[in-house]
């Protein structure tokens, strides 16, 4: 074991030492390569979606295990829990009034799922909840969205509420992972079952960005013209973007602390 840890920490302690830019370069590549293998092995790309909400769901799965077992919430971002539940929420509605399909029911069993992990930190695991490093406000980024959707929203023959609930669900999914980031941002220390559940929200965000990219290549850019015109379908792809970026940090030092036998996840400063 040992031995195999080895390449693995001198890879890893390259990677560090190298500079922002060569790692966001390095960053960049390596979501390239995976984009490349994800569109040779998977071969209907609508997948990718329903692998993204699956591995959602998993990652809710290992809370509920953490919330009903460890009978405690500590670690856990109430807020983002509740920005997660909102742009559900929203969703749900958009996906009944326009398209109902399968996205819809496994929207709505994340949502019912999340509304219990939000009435469990509320209610039955208050005195573990950390409220004092729970700190980030969440209007800063609610405000933003509902003013860019206003904004910039989708040019569709829809109604204009649901034009731009749907875009205000799109920008507020994009985002609404920060408080917890900010709470392992405050902590310094992750242990395991938040890890892995802010982990399989990073993967769950990456496929979900894959499906876009890839719809959009296999369609030779069709789809950002079905999608409406405008400042929309850039936005919808920005925003996948952005929310896959926002975790990529964190996922690789999960990894690397997960390739190094650690159970607790320590972070260095100015990670997340």
Not at 157 to 162: F, K, L, Q, R, Y
Not at 242 to 250: E, N, R, S, V
């Amino acid at each position: 074991m040992k031995a195999a840890q080895k390449p693995i920490h001198a890879v890893t302690t390259w990677v560090r030492r190298q500079p922002p830019k060569v790692k966001a370069f390095l960053g960049v590549v390596s979501a390239m390569v995976a984009l490349v293998l994800l569109r040779m092995i998977v071969h209907d790309h609508d997948n990718l979606f329903v692998a993204a909400e699956a591995v959602h769901a998993l990652g809710i799965s290992v809370l509920i295990y953490k919330l009903t077992k460890e009978k405690t919430c500590a670690g856990l971002s109430l807020k983002s829990q509740e920005l997660t539940a909102l742009f559900l929420a929203v969703r749900l509605y958009c996906s009944f009034v326009m398209e109902f399909d399968i996205h819809t029911l496994l929207d709505s069993a994340t949502l019912v799922t999340t509304l219990w992990v939000i009435y469990m930190i509320r209610f039955k695991l208050k005195a573990s909840y950390m409220e004092d490093k729970d700190n980030f406000a969440i209007y800063y980024v609610v405000v933003p969205c509902a003013v860019l959707s206003v904004l910039i929203h989708p040019s569709t023959h829809h109604h204009i509420i649901n034009k731009i609930s749907w875009a205000f669900c799109v920008y507020l999914e994009a985002v609404s992972v920060l408080p917890q980031l900010r709470v392992m941002q405050n902590t310094k220390i992750v242990e395991p079952f938040t890890a892995h559940y802010v982990f399989a929200l990073g993967i769950a965000r990456f496929l979900s960005c894959a499906h876009w990219v890839l719809q959009v290549l296999d369609t030779r850019g069709r789809l950002l013209t079905a999608l409406g015109y405008g400042f929309w379908p850039i936005m919808v792809l920005l925003s996948e973007v952005i929310q896959t970026f926002i975790l990529a940090d964190f996922c690789y030092y999960y990894v690397k602390s997960l390739m190094g036998g650690q159970l607790v996840l320590r972070l260095p400063s100015g990670v997340v």
